[in-house]
Nanobody, 128 residues
Framework: QVQLVESGGGLVQPGGSLRLSCATSGRAASAFAMGWFRQAPGKEREFVAGISRAAGLTGTADSVTGRFTISRDNAKNTVSLQMNSLKPEDTAVYYC?????????????????????WGQGTQVTVSS
């Protein structure tokens, strides 16, 4: 049984930084392409960043490009989201997602429907 557990959320002032982590269990993180999504109050859940299973290719939403960076550490079975220059509009619940992929896959997945495993989410609040 695959489980994803997010951590690292919290309250931060505008312009500050946070680092979210997602730990996988039940199956090694190296078996998955991974992604981060977020959902703000009253809004649809949206893609934030994704990373391929192999080759370390990444993709980010336009709204966070240049501020957020996704990375993975397969030895620790974790995927991280480094968030810098945070804005109030980044306030949301952030979800980690995973999907199986071929061993040498360099595909980054952008759609929620492409992911089969989800974490419970972690709250990020950007406010002064």
């Amino acid at each position: 049984q695959v489980q994803l557990v997010e951590s690292g959320g919290g309250l931060v002032q505008p312009g500050g930084s946070l680092r979210l982590s997602c730990a996988t269990s039940g199956r090694a993180a190296s078996a998955f392409a991974m992604g981060w999504f977020r959902q703000a109050p009253g809004k649809e859940r949206e893609f934030v960043a994704g990373i391929s299973r192999a080759a370390g290719l990444t993709g980010t939403a336009d709204s966070v490009t240049g501020r957020f960076t996704i990375s993975r550490d397969n030895a620790k079975n974790t995927v991280s989201l480094q968030m810098n220059s945070l804005k109030p509009e980044d306030t949301a619940v952030y979800y980690c997602a995973a999907r199986t992929a071929n061993y040498a896959s360099s595909t980054v997945y952008y759609q929620q429907t492409e992911y089969g495993y989800w974490g419970q989410g972690t709250q990020v609040t950007v406010s002064s």
